[in-house]
């Protein structure tokens, strides 16, 4: 079967100088491969990883943002009817006062005119009580 004889060193030589050209030509090179794609593997799960935690960190602050605009707009919304509030309150109290001069003034220029017709009426009636009285007495009487 196998003869042990001179040949055996020789393989053995042979096969020790097909390793270590295997490795030098085929393995290292292969090794140095496949370390390169684990490790650029690693640093892309690595990379994609904190890419993730920034996006996550990125929306949760967006997230804040957009609240805090919301409660910004929702307070200027409240303030802008509260002040509308106030001023159709404060114009209702203005129309109102105005409403109240206007009826005292009115009420004042009615009692004037009530006066001067009563004047007036006071007038003629001394006017036409004299000329009934010079009608009955006679002019001569009545002065």
Same mark, same amino acid.
């Given at each position: 079967?196998?003869?042990?004889?001179?040949?055996?060193?020789?393989?053995?030589?042979?096969?020790?100088?097909? =390793?270590? #050209?295997?490795?030098?030509?085929?393995? %290292?090179?292969?090794?140095?491969?496949?370390?390169?794609?684990?490790?650029?593997?690693?640093?892309?799960?690595?990379?994609?990883?904190?890419?993730? @935690?920034?996006? %996550?960190?990125?929306? =949760?602050?967006?997230?804040?943002?957009?609240? /805090? =605009?919301?409660?910004?707009? !929702?307070?200027?919304?409240?303030? @802008? /009817? =509260?002040? @509308?509030? !106030?001023? @159709?309150?404060?114009?209702?109290?203005?129309?109102? %006062?105005?409403? #109240?001069?206007?009826?005292?003034?009115?009420?004042?220029? #009615?009692?004037?005119?009530?006066?001067?017709?009563?004047?007036?009426?006071?007038?003629?009636?001394?006017?036409?009580?004299?000329?009934?009285?010079?009608?009955?007495?006679?002019?001569?009487?009545?002065?």
């Amino acid at each position: 079967m196998f003869d042990f004889d001179a040949t055996l060193p020789l393989m053995a030589l042979q096969f020790v100088l097909l =390793a270590i #050209i295997l490795n030098a030509i085929f393995y %290292k090179p292969l090794n140095k491969a496949l370390d390169e794609r684990a490790d650029y593997i690693r640093q892309n799960e690595t990379g994609g990883q904190q890419q993730l @935690a920034e996006a %996550k960190e990125l929306a =949760a602050k967006y997230e804040q943002q957009l609240a /805090q =605009a919301r409660k910004e707009s !929702q307070d200027i919304v409240a303030q @802008a /009817q =509260a002040e @509308a509030k !106030q001023l @159709a309150t404060e114009a209702v109290a203005e129309a109102q %006062k105005e409403a #109240i001069a206007k009826k005292e003034a009115a009420a004042q220029e #009615i009692e004037q005119q009530r006066q001067e017709a009563l004047k007036t009426l006071e007038q003629q009636v001394d006017t036409l009580s004299r000329q009934i009285l010079e009608k009955l007495l006679g002019p001569e009487l009545v002065k």
